[in-house]
């Protein structure tokens, strides 16, 4: 075997594990039956399964092959927000798994305003996200 050829199983190997940890993960947190569940669209867990397997080929497209994708403004602006909406409810599912806003607002003897912390935590999380590229870090 030459050492492209082994090169080439390490690559995909490792693919599948990091592949195989994700959906462990998704399945584990339950993260499309949580999101199918609150939008009331559960007839619809196979179109979700189906988009997170394309959104998933598509970036690895783009990551490996670095393929360069002329949307404009308008499109980078979709897929800011595309991509801000996938972090984001993975961010919330990791707080709901480990029901770290319970504990907190229990902690500080929060009643009333649940709400408000958890729309907060996402205003700081654009806000910041909107400085972190206005200033190019």
Same mark, same amino acid.
């Given at each position: 075997?030459?050492?492209?050829?082994?090169?080439?199983?390490?690559?995909?190997?490792?693919?599948?594990?990091?592949?195989?940890?994700?959906?462990?993960?998704?399945? %584990? *947190?339950? /993260?499309?039956?949580?999101? !199918? #569940? $609150?939008?009331?669209?559960?007839?619809?867990?196979? +179109?979700? &399964?189906?988009?997170?397997?394309?959104?998933?080929?598509?970036?690895?497209?783009?990551?490996?092959?670095?393929?360069?994708?002329?949307?404009?403004?308008? %499109? *980078?602006? /979709?897929?800011?927000?595309? !991509? #801000? $909406?996938?972090?984001?409810?993975?961010?919330?599912? +990791?707080? &709901?798994?480990?029901?770290?806003?319970?504990?907190?607002?229990?902690?500080?003897?929060?009643?009333?305003?649940?709400?408000?912390?958890?729309?907060?935590?996402? *205003?700081?999380?654009?806000?910041?996200?909107?400085?972190?590229?206005?200033?190019?870090?």
């Amino acid at each position: 075997m030459t050492g492209y050829a082994v090169a080439v199983l390490c690559a995909l190997g490792g693919g599948f594990l990091v592949a195989a940890g994700v959906v462990a993960l998704l399945v %584990g *947190l339950g /993260i499309i039956t949580r999101f !199918a #569940g $609150i939008s009331h669209t559960a007839v619809h867990t196979r +179109l979700y &399964e189906t988009a997170i397997l394309l959104g998933a080929l598509f970036g690895d497209i783009l990551t490996v092959y670095q393929a360069p994708i002329r949307l404009g403004w308008p %499109g *980078l602006a /979709i897929m800011g927000v595309a !991509a #801000g $909406i996938y972090v984001g409810g993975w961010i919330m599912a +990791l707080a &709901e798994v480990i029901h770290i806003f319970p504990v907190f607002a229990r902690r500080i003897g929060l009643v009333k305003g649940y709400s408000l912390i958890v729309i907060a935590v996402a *205003l700081g999380k654009i806000a910041g996200s909107l400085l972190y590229f206005y200033m190019r870090w």
